[in-house]
């Protein structure tokens, strides 16, 4: 639908923040909206929370519901049944500012060139003291995701705004962590352009939670870490980052790092994988780029994203 933002908002166990969550979406000054409440097999009374704010909503609230399998698999539940011209993910315990999809939209309707919006972030203690503004380097102008994105991940999940278009290009959401970086980073490989909307759009909520991609099991973490970076490698390939970019040995001592870790709790395999890419990397990149790329994303998959470069 021409001007619909699809609002994405997986939740587990989290009842009163993703009523909060919720609310600042409904209180939007852009319409049209919708807005799909994926339950990721909540065990308290988050469904009831979900089923009230429904029934208060009906015209703009769907909830969907499916067994416990963790944030990437409730957004891809949440991104199959979307109508919107526009795709935004909100996590169950941060919020958007008023004026985000309005000002976002804006941006994308004077850019054509360009498939994402962002803006700034600001980060916000519990008690709601601002923490930080900007939030990590939301405020920066960048033209592509890359070569940045082989360093960090430099906003959060709520900042871009998406065109349909580049959400269904760059495909499903993984089901490993960490899974916003790797749907990213498949878009910086499809040459995504974007542009700054020049506002504060939204709020990160610093605080303790097992469900963080930072908390929880170091070795399932690192296990999820292994799978992830060949291909951030791969999508940096196809997004053509150059050769004597700085970026690329950053990447090598991290894979390096990990690889350690990884021999560390037996993942023999996994490390040495990770310990091979980076000494390619460190030596420079080697010349056969695309048969590197098939190797972190496959073969079919980095076809496609190549052909989907050349016709950008």
């Known amino acids: ?68 399998a963790g944030p990437g698999a409730a957004r891809e539940r949440g991104r199959l049944v979307a109508r919107g011209a526009y795709i935004q993910y909100l996590d169950s315990d941060d919020w958007l500012l008023p004026n985000k999809f309005a000002d976002q939209v804006a941006a994308l309707e004077a850019s054509p060139d360009c498939c994402i919006a962002y803006g700034t972030a600001r980060l916000v203690a519990p008690d709601g003291t601002v923490l930080a503004e900007p939030s ?39 089901r490993f962590r960490p899974e ?29 939670s097992p469900q963080r991609v930072s908390r929880g099991s170091q070795r399932s973490y690192l296990l999820d870490e292994a799978r992830f970076l060949p291909r951030l490698y791969a999508c940096g390939l196809l997004a053509g980052v150059p050769p004597e970019a700085s970026q690329w040995q950053h990447l090598a001592r991290w894979c390096f790092l990990r690889a350690r ?47 989907s470069l050349r016709a950008a």
Do not use: K
């Not at 619909?4 to 908002?9: A, F, K, P």
């Not at 990149?285 to 073969?299: D, K, M, N, S, V």
């Open 1 to 68: 639908m021409s001007g619909l933002v699809s609002t994405i908002i997986p939740v587990f166990n989290r009842p009163e923040m993703v009523r909060r969550a919720t609310l600042s979406v409904l209180q939007q000054t852009h319409r049209p909206i919708e807005i799909l409440l994926v339950d990721d097999g909540s065990t308290d009374h988050t469904p009831a929370v979900l089923a009230d704010l429904q029934r208060r909503h009906p015209a703009e609230i769907r909830v969907l519901r499916q067994a416990n």
């Open 136 to 174: 990590r380097r939301t405020a920066e102008l960048h033209t592509g995701l890359f070569p940045l994105l082989l360093v960090e991940r430099w906003w959060h999940t709520h900042t871009p705004l998406f065109r349909r278009s580049i959400s269904d290009a760059a495909g499903p959401w993984p």
């Open 180 to 208: 916003d970086w790797d749907l990213e980073a498949r878009m910086g490989a499809l040459g995504a352009r974007l542009v700054h909307c020049g506002s504060t759009v939204s709020c990160q909520l610093e605080h303790d």
């Open 261 to 307: 870790q990884l021999h560390g709790i037996g993942a023999v395999a996994q490390g040495d994988r990770l310990l091979a890419l980076s000494r390619h990397l460190s030596d420079r990149l080697p010349p056969r780029l695309y048969q590197l790329a098939r190797q972190g994303l496959g073969a079919g998959a980095a076809a496609q994203l190549a052909g």
